[in-house]
């Protein structure tokens, strides 16, 4: 028989395991009362508020309608949202956050995200998009043509994310948080534009802090590709130079001068030749050797332009400021390294390696 004194602990520890077998904050649903919400799309809204929008019901059978409020809370929105609704909407599943882009020029949307990041109910697997256009009105016209759009949509990104394949920017939640909070990187976003017919990506927003200040498209973003996200991509087509290069990989390497006012950077370029439009003679040694030269000239030249335009816009998604970090040395601040890199000269230099295909065999140059 257990002493007087052990009964009062052991009621306590019955209490605790009873508490911890039922949570203070149940909630009772049936399966058939939710409705699990795989986007919101947030735009402005009139008189300062927030748009927010939604498609249910995203798995049944039944004809799918978009939803929109205008409120002054995130969370305010997802309330609203189930009060002209006959299903509770339930975040867990929510994988995407689209941005209207005229959100993000005017900043704060880190409080937005930092809400959904927070909350227990949702994963930090959540993709963050930027839209330039009117996202509710392609969904809209979707819903005639294509039922799961918004699911399809999930598959895109997550089918580019996957092995880093290399064709466009893909962020979620927690890697665009880590990249706002560093002192020596700033955060980026894919960009893309949406109208009634189209949803096509545009290319990458730039951010200084949470502010969006430029986006780059076309051959630069092929080339931030290649310099710093996936360091892959199947096609670089150059129109300039007729030439399209595949399976191109990249290897870069930064060296910062001791009192950081030079970036020298090398890029080894590894592809293959897929195409060539142009009048020179690629069966001929000699001028496939200058058609790579050529390459390698416009490469360098995009590349240095690229760079010079973000250090007007003092933005460095590149991580060049994690350079200047040395052992048992003090670290220097944000503002200090804005300042010397706004001022940096930059050398660009490619090292170029084309495999030719000639009736399907490869040459190695």
């Given at each position: ?11 306590s ?8 077998c039922?949570?203070p904050?149940?909630e009772n ?14 735009g402005?809204g ?7 929008s939604t498609?249910?019901p995203?798995l049944i059978q039944e ?8 409120v ?5 929105g997802?309330?609203?949202?189930n009060?002209?609704?006959?299903q ?13 882009e005229e959100?993000?020029?005017k900043?704060?949307?880190?409080k937005?995200?930092n809400?959904i ?7 930090t697997?959540?993709y963050?998009l930027i839209?330039r256009g009117?996202f ?6 979707q ?19 996957k092995?880093?394949q290399?064709?466009?920017?893909i ?7 880590k ?12 960009v893309?534009h949406?109208?009634?017919?189209n ?5 990458t927003a ?6 969006e200040v430029?986006v780059?498209q076309?051959?630069d973003?092929n080339?931030?590709?290649?310099l710093d996200n996936?360091?892959?991509?199947k096609v ?9 290069l ?5 290897n870069?390497?930064?060296?910062l001068?001791e009192?950081y006012s030079?970036?020298s950077?090398?890029v080894?370029?590894q592809?293959?030749?897929e195409?060539?439009?142009?009048e020179?003679?690629i069966?001929s040694?000699k001028?496939l050797?200058?058609?790579?030269h050529?390459?390698?000239v416009y490469?360098e ?6 760079i010079k ?7 460095d998604p590149l ?5 200047s970090?040395?052992p048992?040395?003090k ?7 804005l ?6 000269k ?6 170029i390696?084309?495999?030719?295909l000639?009736?399907?065999?490869v040459?190695v140059r």
């Amino acid at each position: 028989m257990l002493p007087y004194k052990h009964y009062g602990l052991l009621a306590s520890v019955c209490l605790m395991w009873m508490a911890g077998c039922s949570s203070p904050y149940v909630e009772n649903n049936l399966i058939e009362e939710i409705a699990p919400v795989v986007f919101w799309s947030i735009g402005e809204g009139t008189e300062g508020k927030l748009k927010i929008s939604t498609l249910v019901p995203p798995l049944i059978q039944e004809k799918k309608r978009l939803l929109s409020k205008e409120v002054d809370l995130l969370k305010q929105g997802g309330r609203e949202f189930n009060l002209i609704y006959y299903q509770e909407l339930k975040q867990g599943q929510l994988r995407m956050l689209l941005i209207n882009e005229e959100l993000a020029k005017k900043g704060g949307i880190e409080k937005m995200i930092n809400t959904i990041l927070v909350d227990p109910d949702i994963s930090t697997r959540v993709y963050l998009l930027i839209v330039r256009g009117d996202f509710d009105e392609y969904i809209k016209n979707q819903l005639t043509k294509q039922e799961n759009q918004d699911y399809f949509l999930y598959r895109m990104l997550k089918h580019y994310e996957k092995h880093n394949q290399g064709e466009m920017s893909i962020v979620d939640i927690h890697q665009f948080m880590k990249m706002l909070y560093s002192p020596l990187k700033d955060p980026i976003l894919p960009v893309f534009h949406s109208d009634k017919n189209n949803f096509d990506y545009l290319g990458t927003a730039l951010f200084q802090n949470d502010k969006e200040v430029m986006v780059i498209q076309d051959l630069d973003d092929n080339i931030f590709q290649l310099l710093d996200n996936d360091h892959f991509l199947k096609v670089l087509a150059i129109p300039k130079l007729s030439i399209s290069l595949g399976r191109v990989r990249s290897n870069v390497r930064m060296k910062l001068s001791e009192d950081y006012s030079t970036l020298s950077l090398h890029v080894g370029l590894q592809g293959r030749m897929e195409e060539y439009q142009g009048e020179l003679d690629i069966q001929s040694e000699k001028q496939l050797e200058q058609l790579i030269h050529e390459v390698k000239v416009y490469l360098e030249e995009q590349t240095s332009d690229l760079i010079k335009k973000m250090q007007r816009w003092k933005v460095d998604p590149l991580e060049v400021g994690t350079h200047s970090l040395k052992p048992f040395s003090k670290e220097i601040t944000e503002e200090q390294w804005l300042k010397y890199w706004e001022n940096m000269k930059i050398n660009v230099d490619y090292e170029i390696k084309v495999h030719p295909l000639i009736n399907g065999s490869v040459q190695v140059r």
